[in-house]
């Protein structure tokens, strides 16, 4: 997802809004795909009934779910977000991860699974050839990933790994 709009200020009585477009605003814009607002980290999809350009950054919206001033009053200042229509070459997915040498301290070990999580995704590792050990798939945990190399350099907390 990335951010394409700013809800600027209200726009009639009927909860319309005015929308600051960024650069990045899909110039195919429908009604038939929705805008998304962040509410506790979480895409909520709002759904455009009118959506009107106005001037060359700008547009005049109503969506379905912000049927009164003072509901879309909740939401000026907000980021409107649209889904990635073309995936990025270097975007890659954790399962792609599997199979990528790992590095922790002076312990060596290898990805063999990717626990997905909304909470908590964890890899799994195998390090110096013993069990399975469940490492959360934390940015502040990964130091660094070589790509080309199929490596991954770790910076655990002790006690972490303790085999």
């Not at 709009?5 to 009585?13: E, M, N, W, Y």
């Not at 109503?62 to 070459?89: I, P, Q």
Request: hydrophobic share 40%; charged share 30%.
């Amino acid at each position: 997802m990335q951010a394409v709009a700013r809800i600027s200020k209200l726009f009639g009585t009927d909860g319309g809004v005015l929308l600051n477009l960024y650069e990045n605003f899909p110039e195919d814009f429908t009604s038939d795909t929705p805008l998304f607002v962040m509410a506790d980290n979480l895409p909520v999809p709002l759904w455009c009934e009118r959506f009107e350009p106005h001037g060359s950054r700008g547009a005049r919206a109503l969506f379905s779910d912000l049927d009164t001033a003072k509901r879309a009053g909740e939401f000026v200042g907000r980021e409107l977000y649209a889904e990635n229509a073309e995936t990025d070459d270097d975007e890659f997915v954790m399962e792609d991860l599997i199979g990528f040498s790992v590095t922790a301290g002076g312990r060596r070990g290898t990805v063999t699974d990717f626990y997905d999580s909304d909470v908590n995704p964890l890899l799994g590792i195998t390090f110096d050839g013993r069990d399975e050990c469940l490492v959360p798939a934390a940015e502040e945990f990964i130091a660094g990933i070589d790509f080309d190399g199929r490596h991954i350099r770790m910076v655990l907390p002790d006690g972490l790994i303790d085999l």
